[in-house]
């Protein structure tokens, strides 16, 4: 890796933009300008068909994090803008130190400055900055309204502060405006706080509640890829709890509500765990809470939501056989719910019952295609433990007849060779596959299965045979890297069809693939003594192919 020396380098900013982007960011190296250095930041704009801000976070030895307000940048992508201002500090490095050690020496000048303030000359410092931000104010007025006990200003402003009106661009807040939007969110948060803490909890309670209904209708016409307004929408949610503590709200009135929040679309915002609510409720909101949930299972009783909240409550409850027959009400087709109850039964020390449970799954399951491979793994896991390694290869082998995958195979090999029967369970095994092979039924990834097996067992010999009219190019490529030395000829006829098929597709992944044939082709002709063959074959290919620049720069960077 290239030396780090402002606590990254360029291999680190072609991690984490790709190659593609970073290549891209070398031609903007003149376009940026307005470098301004802070303790952990730098900013600056780089001019392209737009002229772009950006903003690189800094975490000392850290590959830093980027943003910019170009469209791939708004994306959450580390842009060839960013590129080009990395490798801008990379050019600059002996300065940056200096840099951000007179950013320091300013911050530190500004605070002592403002502390030596009077009154009446801060009150005009931030009268001014009012009249500048209009967002600014509003927050400050907030501040005050609560301060003061104006719930009908506070209303007002809080709800200004969570309507996401100002930050959406054709009906939708961007990945751009959602930071500014989060910001807005925990600031009308803050507020309901000090609203509770001034003792207004009662009004900050119903404050609360309809800024989380404003808040959950909004949240779908949020791009919120970093997840900044969930967490301003956690704070609204902390809040109306901290509020409820304080109020002594109703117990059966709050379970109605969060109920309704948990089953409704809002709690994809805010998250609300009822369970948090567990000492404001009582005991009379816990029942309360378990009535209406369910009550809300017997109508929906195939609602995600509703058996969520259910299974919730009574495993906090710590009824071990009421939540095995919860469980047990919806037992899911790949035997994933038997595994859940398994594991909870071996929780409560009840190790025997959970074994029965994971078996019973294993037998319900037994003609499905897909089943949960943690369950599986579970049964063969207990029984190895007890001393069963048959029973482990029985169980595989059924799911191996069955899936008939490459992966149901490796888990049949292992579990015989430890049983110490691998040489029959193959011959078994690989007769099923060549079974599937003739119905043409296709592989797990493309080849039949049957190849991946013998290639995956280093069986080449066996594997060039079956190949014949069956193998994918995956897959014959797989078998020439593996036949290299035993098979040079064999394997140099794949290497040379398939450098044949790569001359028409561009682009780096097509072009480092054609070069790592050629390798495996040079490697061939090594072995049979015919190494002017392939020097022939690699002029005649430059030349062919001598207009794509990239492509003979990866063939110079791989000595061909």
């Not at 970073?22 to 376009?31: I, K, Q, S, T, V």
């Not at 209009?134 to 927050?139: E, G, K, M, P």
């Not at 902390?238 to 409704?264: F, I, M, N, S, Y």
């Not at 140099?492 to 390798?519: N, Q, S």
């Amino acid at each position: 890796m290239a030396r780090k020396v402002v606590g990254f380098g360029e291999d680190d900013l072609r991690a984490l933009a790709g190659a593609r982007s970073f290549e891209r960011g070398l031609g903007y190296l003149d376009a940026v300008s307005g470098l301004e250095v802070e303790e952990g930041s730098v900013t600056a704009v780089v001019h392209g068909t737009d002229v772009y801000k950006v903003e690189l976070t800094l975490g000392g030895d850290d590959r830093p994090s980027g943003w910019c307000d170009c469209p791939y940048g708004q994306e959450g992508n580390f842009c060839k803008h960013c590129v080009a201002v990395g490798l801008t500090m990379l050019r600059r490095a002996k300065t940056i130190p200096h840099q951000q050690v007179a950013a320091r020496v300013r911050a530190s000048g500004l605070e002592a400055w403002l502390t030596a303030l009077s009154r009446d000359e801060l009150l005009a410092l931030v009268q001014e900055r009012i009249a500048e931000d209009r967002r600014l104010r509003r927050r400050l007025e907030l501040r005050a309204a609560a301060a003061r006990s104006d719930i009908g200003t506070a209303r007002d402003r809080i709800l200004t502060l969570i309507d996401p009106r100002p930050f959406t661009r054709y009906g939708y807040v961007e990945y751009a405006d959602s930071s500014g939007y989060a910001q807005q969110v925990a600031e009308a948060a803050a507020a309901l706080r000090a609203l509770t803490a001034d003792g207004q909890a009662v009004q900050a309670l119903g404050l609360a509640e309809e800024a989380i209904r404003v808040l959950g209708e909004t949240y779908g016409k949020i791009d919120d890829s970093d997840g900044v307004v969930g967490q301003a929408a956690a704070a609204m949610a902390e809040a109306h709890l901290e509020a409820c503590k304080v109020a002594r709200t109703d117990p059966e009135h709050l379970a109605q509500w969060l109920v309704g929040q948990v089953l409704g679309d809002s709690n994809d915002m805010t998250e609300l765990d009822p369970l948090d609510y567990a000492e404001v409720l009582g005991p009379s909101g816990l029942a309360r809470l378990r009535q209406l949930a369910a009550e809300a299972r017997r109508r929906r009783p195939s609602g995600w939501a509703e058996r969520y909240l259910m299974e919730r409550l009574v495993k906090t409850e710590g009824d071990v056989d009421a939540l095995v027959a919860l469980y047990a009400q919806d037992l899911d087709p790949s035997g994933a719910t038997h595994l859940r109850i398994a594991e909870e039964l071996e929780s409560a020390g009840r190790a025997d019952e959970a074994l029965t449970w994971a078996e019973r799954g294993i037998r319900d399951c037994a003609a499905e295609t897909y089943i949960d491979g943690r369950l599986v793994d579970y049964v063969c896991a207990h029984y190895a433990k007890a001393g069963r390694p048959a029973d482990v290869v029985g169980v595989r082998r059924d799911r191996f007849r069955v899936e008939q995958s490459l992966t149901a195979y490796q888990q049949l090999r292992s579990a015989a060779q430890t049983a110490q029967c691998w040489e029959a369970e193959r011959v078994a095994a690989l007769a099923a596959l060549r079974e599937d092979a003739r119905r043409e039924r296709g592989g797990q990834y493309g080849g039949p299965v049957l190849i991946d097996a013998l290639l995956d067992d280093g069986d080449v010999d066996t594997a060039w045979p079956e190949a014949a009219g069956l193998a994918d190019d995956r897959q014959w490529e797989h078998l020439a890297d593996l036949s290299r030395e035993t098979h040079p000829a064999e394997a140099l006829a794949v290497y040379l069809r398939l450098i044949e098929r790569l001359k028409e597709p561009t682009g780096d992944r097509a072009y480092e693939h054609l070069a790592r044939l050629l390798l495996g082709a040079r490697d061939c002709h090594r072995a049979l003594g015919t190494q002017e063959a392939f020097t022939d074959c690699l002029t005649g290919l430059r030349a062919e192919l001598k207009r794509r620049r990239k492509l003979m720069n990866i063939l110079d960077r791989c000595g061909l």
